[in-house]
């Protein structure tokens, strides 16, 4: 079997995901946000799963659309938690880039997907 990237990184981010709501939980007390992220983190790599296996082309583009937009609502709910200091620029910045990553790799699959429907 070949290597899938974007399943193998949203797998990642994922766990780094998990990680960082049991760290929010445990040394931060904040269980609203951990859970809000969680939700959204973890949804991208799910929908992304769901995607290889699609039915069709457009269901394909259909869960790689709902993945991307898990991936911005990721964003906003790491940009939040950095801004309200349950997170340091370190860990923001890193895992931040990790989301980043997996929104740019997702546009790119979705715009081929577009393309090559036509």
Same mark, same amino acid.
């Given at each position: 079997?070949?290597?899938? $990237? $974007?399943?193998?990184? /949203?797998?990642?981010?994922?766990?780094?995901?998990?990680?960082?709501?049991?760290?929010?939980?445990?040394?931060?007390?904040?269980?609203?946000?951990?859970?809000?992220?969680?939700?959204?983190?973890?949804?991208?790599?799910?929908?992304?799963?769901?995607?290889?296996?699609?039915?069709?082309?457009?269901?394909?583009? /259909?869960?790689?659309?709902?993945?991307?937009?898990?991936?911005?609502?990721?964003?906003?709910?790491?940009?939040?938690?950095?801004?309200?200091?349950?997170?340091?620029?370190?860990?923001?910045?890193?895992?931040?880039?990790?989301?980043?990553?997996?929104?740019? $790799?997702?546009?790119?699959?979705?715009?081929?997907?577009?393309?090559?429907?036509?």
């Amino acid at each position: 079997m070949q290597n899938n $990237i $974007i399943l193998d990184k /949203s797998f990642e981010f994922a766990v780094r995901i998990v990680n960082l709501k049991k760290y929010l939980i445990k040394f931060k007390n904040e269980r609203i946000m951990a859970n809000q992220l969680m939700r959204s983190g973890t949804s991208i790599g799910a929908n992304i799963t769901e995607a290889d296996q699609a039915q069709s082309k457009a269901d394909f583009i /259909s869960k790689m659309g709902i993945a991307n937009k898990e991936a911005h609502e990721t964003r906003y709910w790491l940009k939040l938690l950095h801004k309200t200091d349950y997170i340091n620029d370190k860990e923001y910045s890193s895992i931040l880039e990790d989301c980043q990553e997996l929104i740019r $790799i997702l546009q790119a699959i979705i715009k081929s997907a577009k393309s090559n429907n036509q």
